[in-house]
């Protein structure tokens, strides 16, 4: 399972654009209070338009309770990281692997980080840019452990439309 994990996050169109990447990926989300909005906020709503109801999300009051609940492979994404995000394994769809992504404005505490170092990364950019936005970050994280799993459960097609249908327009 691949399950995202969003680290006191505080914007919430990000949070509503997630949702919905999970929604679309059959992955499970985490999040880690506090929150800097509330789940009714309309901006949430927007940005997962009606997915919403649609994923599967848990709230956690702190990192600590996280941890308790969860066990499996844990995976940060960072800027302290050395590694890219391709150079590990997440292969197997049997496994419970969690994509940590940081607060908006100051990313994951180095506390957090640290026990974890060897499991750190960073995706690829310029030095032009700090970061991506945590909502872009995330989908091309879990694109990256579905194309490893050969995209399980997916559909290639879209549901409502036949494979012919630009032929057949």
Known sequence: MINV???????????????????????????????????EDKYVKRSGVNYIDKCDYQVYENIDEFFEKN???????????????TSFDYSNPNKNYYFFFGKESTG????????????????PMTDNVRALNVSNTVAIMVYEALRQQNYKDL????PHKSKNFIEES
């Open 155 to 158: 559909l290639f097609d879209e």
């Open 108 to 123: 994951i505490p180095p506390k957090i980080l640290k026990p974890y170092i060897d499991r750190c990364m960073r995706m």
């Open 5 to 39: 994990v969003l680290f006191e996050p505080e914007i919430p169109v990000n949070t509503g654009n997630i949702m919905r990447t999970c929604v679309a990926t059959n992955s499970r989300l985490h999040l880690i209070k506090p929150l800097g909005f509330s789940l």
């Open 71 to 85: 066990k499996g492979e844990y995976y940060f994404l960072t800027r302290y990281g050395h590694k890219p995000h």
